[in-house]
């Protein structure tokens, strides 16, 4: 079993990269408010490119919409990767999609059949087991930085209150406990892989292999934003990276922003 408290991060996950910027600047706090707040301070003070903030608990974990985050001591992986994209405000919304997928992908490098729910969840069959919080911050006219947060529950034995049947860790759903140092070096090395592939060639690069991995397409989909509800059958994310639902109404385009998309009988 990893003895978290004494993990030197830096030492250990940098021989597992494989990054040309992503993750190559680390820094690891035992408490933090939340890593997307420190990112950003970061920001503030140009930290370089694909730096990584990591804590071992937060005590403000951020969800979307003021929505809280349960950050655990030790069990998780709570981190921050600060970009500084050259790339129109529409795209940036997909940076979210892009964590989504190659957090798919380097959780399915585990064996273990990780699902995205599109916008900024991962599920296992039916539990979030990772919530992605993208934000930007402008710095001046034309400078902006991006802030990906990044929250996976590894080793949690279980959750209390709401989130007991909602929510599911790695160990939960494997048996097995994992070494989050090798989880968080599988997500860095995807996401750089993907984040390059995507400023290169867009979403249309990822888009038909993220929608082979996306549980919501085929399915009956509650959308809920600032301005109410709706329903209708999920048919794919576009090459844009939005949702193309069909409704009685006909088909719309629902964009990632601040909308949740539940089943129609649960969760997923
Ligand atoms: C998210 O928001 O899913 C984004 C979560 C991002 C967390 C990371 S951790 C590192 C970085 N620093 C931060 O402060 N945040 C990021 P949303 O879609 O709004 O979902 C929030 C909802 O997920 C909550 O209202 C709960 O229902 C549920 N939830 C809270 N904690 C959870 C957990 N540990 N595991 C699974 N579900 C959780």
Known sequence: MENSISLNWEKELLP??????????????????????????LANSNAPEGCVVFAEQQILGRGRLGRKWESPANDGIWMSIL???????????????????????AISQLGLEAKIKWPNDIVIGSRKVCGILTEMVAQGQSNISVVVGIGINVNNDSFDGELSDKACSLYMESGKKFQRIDIAAAILNCFEQDYNNFCQNGFEAICEDYNKHCCNVGRQVVISGTNGSFTGKAINVTEKGALLVQTEQGETEVSSGEVSVRGMLGYV
Request: aromatic share 6%.
């Open 16 to 41: 597992l990269l494989n990054t040309d910027f992503v993750g190559r600047n680390i820094h690891h706090h035992q408490q933090l408010d939340s890593t997307n707040l420190q990112a950003k301070r």
């Open 83 to 105: 970009l500084y994209p050259n790339l129109s405000p529409d795209k940036i919304s997909c940076i979210t999609l892009v964590a989504g997928y190659s957090v798919c992908r």
